[in-house]
């Protein structure tokens, strides 16, 4: 799907390629899920090679940031699905020839919605190509920022969660510690993507930043650096978000450790009690003809009480030495 957008005295507007007019030319090209015939009817109409899709995809830089024939192409990895509980890295194409925009994207990002609607009502900030491509980088970094912080949310809630002192009542094994790896590891996640993305928009700035292009003026310089900027300190932030995201998984597994010595620790003790009464037991229970105290009446009583006090002895030893 091609959407062509048009610029008015009142903002940027998708129309038909034909409603405004033979004079008038598109000023974004927002190709979506295109069909083969749509990128080559977009390439023979603003005069560029789109690139493919497996193209797209590459990671070397000099086929993602370069110059062809006056065209910029850029390609950045960026993150979709973010309030789903599964996140996806896709790639999208900015190629700038002219006053001519062309993005080409597989997924429907939120930041377009927003800033399509944005711009329909503020031409100020879309009056040119770079100028709509400033402003789609720009919506983009406040996306990742939002993101940015529902993690820090959420990694604050999860650590109180883990360390917050149980209620009467509760007891650590009462708590469901797979369900909070999987919180840990979904919200590692979702800052690894974001930090990919925001590494991956930052080497696009740098190369807009570099380039030489008669449409990119001061303003929309100033634009570009603020954002550069704006991703220099998420890129800080994500990374001390990661640290605590590991932070949370070793706190995690720590409590695990915890919880099964504790288990361990009990199997060991019962062991320890109920060792002296097997042994007084097998004892009494030796097939010997002659075993003292065998025929009086106490004897029985006798060995029973020898074995309830050998147990009830460790089990006290270990109760005032505070290992239970």
Not at 125 to 140: I, R
């Amino acid at each position: 799907m091609i959407h062509y957008f048009f610029l008015d005295t009142t903002g940027l507007h998708p129309r038909g390629v034909d409603a405004a007019g033979a004079a008038a030319e598109p000023l974004w090209f927002d190709l979506l899920n295109p069909t083969a015939d749509e990128i080559s009817s977009v390439e023979r109409r603003v005069r560029i090679s789109i690139p493919t899709r497996d193209e797209m995809r590459e990671i070397e830089s000099s086929n993602r940031l370069y110059e062809d024939e006056g065209s910029l192409y850029m390609t950045a990895t960026v993150v979709t699905k973010l309030d789903t509980e599964r996140p996806e890295n896709t790639q999208v194409t900015y190629i700038l020839r002219g006053d001519a925009l062309v993005t080409v994207r597989y997924a429907d990002p939120l930041p377009f919605r927003r800033f399509i609607a944005y711009a329909e009502k503020h031409p100020n900030a879309c009056s040119n190509a770079a100028a709509v491509l400033a402003g789609l980088l720009e919506f983009k970094v406040n996306r990742i920022a939002d993101v940015l912080e529902r993690t820090s949310d959420d990694i604050d809630h999860l650590s109180q969660h883990i360390f917050e002192p149980l209620s009467n009542g509760t007891r650590r094994r009462d708590i469901d510690y797979r369900q909070i790896l999987e919180r840990v590891g979904r919200i590692g996640d979702l800052n690894s993507k974001a930090r990919e993305t925001l590494g991956s928009l930052g080497r696009l700035l740098v190369f807009l930043l570099q380039a030489s292009h008669p449409h990119i003026g001061s303003d929309v310089r100033s634009r570009l650096k603020t954002s550069t900027r704006d991703i220099e300190q998420m890129s800080g932030h994500a990374s001390f978000l990661g640290d605590k995201v590991q932070f949370m998984l070793d706190a995690t597994l720590g409590m695990i450790n915890i919880d099964q010595n504790n288990i361990l620790k009990i199997f060991s003790v019962a062991t320890v009690v109920l060792l002296p009464p097997s042994v007084i037991g097998a004892v009494f229970g030796m097939n010997f003809s002659h075993i003292p105290a065998a025929n009086h009446a106490f004897g029985f009583w006798a060995a029973i009480g020898a074995m309830v006090l050998s147990a009830v002895g460790p089990y006290l030893l270990f109760k005032r030495r505070g290992w239970l």
